[in-house]
Nanobody, 121 residues
Framework: QVKMVESGGGSVQVGGSLRLSCAASGFTYSSYCMGWFRQAPGKGREGVAA???????TYGDSVKGRFTFSQDTANKIFYLQMNDLKVEDSGTYYC???????????????WGPGTQVTVSA
């Protein structure tokens, strides 16, 4: 069973930075995709960044140039470095099996608890 646990969220001011972590287990590492989603209050889940099976990373338009996806392959930990944060980046962030930033969230069968990010002006 695939399991993801997100961490690293917090409260920052506009322009600040956070690094989110996702500890993943229960999947075949040689053929995985992994992505980050976020959900603001009252809105649906939005893809933020993802890596496909060939190692190509894609980003949502609203985070390009500010967010960076990386991974610790030995320990199956995925990161999302978020710089120059904006108020609209606030929400709960989740990691899940997704092969692109545009991956439909309704294709995800299970979600971790997520980690909360709050950006204030």
């Amino acid at each position: 069973q695939v399991k993801m646990v997100e961490s690293g969220g917090g409260s920052v001011q506009v322009g600040g930075s956070l690094r989110l972590s996702c500890a993943a287990s229960g999947f075949t590492y040689s053929s995985y995709c992994m992505g980050w989603f976020r959900q603001a209050p009252g809105k649906g889940r939005e893809g933020v960044a993802a890596i496909d099976r060939d190692g190509a990373v894609t980003y949502g338009d609203s985070v390009k140039g500010r967010f960076t996806f990386s991974q610790d392959t030995a320990n199956k930990i995925f990161y999302l470095q978020m710089n120059d944060l904006k108020v609209e980046d606030s929400g709960t962030y989740y990691c899940a099996g997704a092969c692109s930033a545009g991956w439909p969230s309704d294709l995800i069968e299970s979600w971790g608890p997520g980690t909360q990010v709050t950006v204030s002006a």
